[in-house]
């Protein structure tokens, strides 16, 4: 039995994903807590999230039907890590899609952990993005230590671990504490103060 549901959001949709890679990493390190943490793994790739159109509003329709399953596991979880590649200095479009997908109080007031994952030295924007825009009618709620991944591919590849390795799988690990320890904090905040039906869009 779990304490504490994290899902891990891989903003990436190419075959062989960097994100998804360090999504795995990611995984892994959650899983080497001594806490009862469970993950789901919500990959943009695998899911093909169709883009958002009117039909999001109308019961019984295509999307809606499509979107309820991946509604019903972000709700049952308590945290997130979004895992957000550059794309031409920008967040990708799927990413930003399913956040604007998100509109049924999904992640609304939970914790998330970012990290920004860049094969060159950037990283910077899509942080700059996602914490100002994205966020404003699902309410997540970034927590303030994000990370860049730069130079990613050369990243947690060596065995033994390369001191730069090392220095960042221990960051990583501080980051992830902090986000399932809020995310437990958060939950009874939630359930008393919460009130979607009341405040359903940030200003
Ligand atoms: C369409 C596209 C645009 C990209 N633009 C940038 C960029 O502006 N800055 C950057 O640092 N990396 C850029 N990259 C490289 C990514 O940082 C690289 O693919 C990295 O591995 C993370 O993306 P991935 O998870 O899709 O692998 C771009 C990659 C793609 C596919």
Known sequence: ????????????????????????????????????????YFSLRDMNVPLWNEEKWESDSDLKNFWKPVSERLKSCHGF????????????????????????????HKPAQLIAVSSGTGGAYPIAELRMSG??????????????????EELFISSPQTALD??????????????????????PVREKVQNLMLYKNGM
Request: charged content about 20%.
């Open 1 to 40: 039995m779990s304490d504490v549901k994290i899902g891990i959001i891989v903003g990436s949709i190419r075959g062989k994903s960097q994100s998804d890679r360090i999504g795995q990493y990611i995984n892994m390190l959650i899983d080497n807590f001594d806490l009862k943490v469970e993950v789901d």
């Open 135 to 152: 966020y404003k009618n699902n309410f997540l709620w970034w927590m303030p230590d994000h990370m860049i991944l730069r130079q990613v």
């Open 81 to 108: 890590v979004v895992i957000c590649p550059e794309w031409s200095g920008m967040a990708p479009p799927h990413l930003k899609n399913f956040l604007l997908m998100c509109d049924g109080g999904e992640l609304a």
């Open 166 to 187: 090392t220095r960042l799988t221990a960051r990583l690990n501080y980051g992830l504490e902090f986000l399932i320890e809020t995310a437990k904090a958060m939950q």
